[in-house]
């Protein structure tokens, strides 16, 4: 049974720092494609970041250049390192194992 836990959201004023983490169990987490996800009110659920279990990286045009995925297979997690945060970045922060398994999300507000 794949567990994931999302931690580090929070408040934070525009052009802030966050650094979100996900904690998995359940899987080999090793060999797993990892990916951000994040949905705002009254929005779909977008792709926020991905990285593969290469270390590949892929970003939506939206946050590249501000937003930093990583992983660490040896404490099975995944973080995302969000800079220069701004009001329109506010939304749930979904972490997915293989877009098949989901954590419960960790909310971001970012006030302007």
């Known amino acids: 049974q794949v567990h994931l836990v999302e931690s580090g959201g929070g408040l934070v004023q525009a052009g802030g720092s966050l650094r979100l983490s996900c904690a998995a169990s359940g899987s080999i987490f090793s060999i797993n494609t990892m990916y951000w996800y994040r949905q705002a009110p009254g929005k779909q659920r977008e792709m926020v970041a991905t990285i593969t279990s290469g270390g590949s990286t892929n970003y939506a045009d939206s946050v590249k250049g501000r937003f930093t995925i990583s992983r660490d297979n040896a404490k099975k997690m995944v973080y995302l390192q969000m800079n220069s945060l701004k009001p329109e970045d506010t939304a749930v922060y979904y972490c997915?194992?293989?877009?098949?398994?989901w954590g419960q999300g960790t909310q971001v507000t970012v006030s302007s």
């Open positions: 997915n194992q293989d877009r098949a398994y």
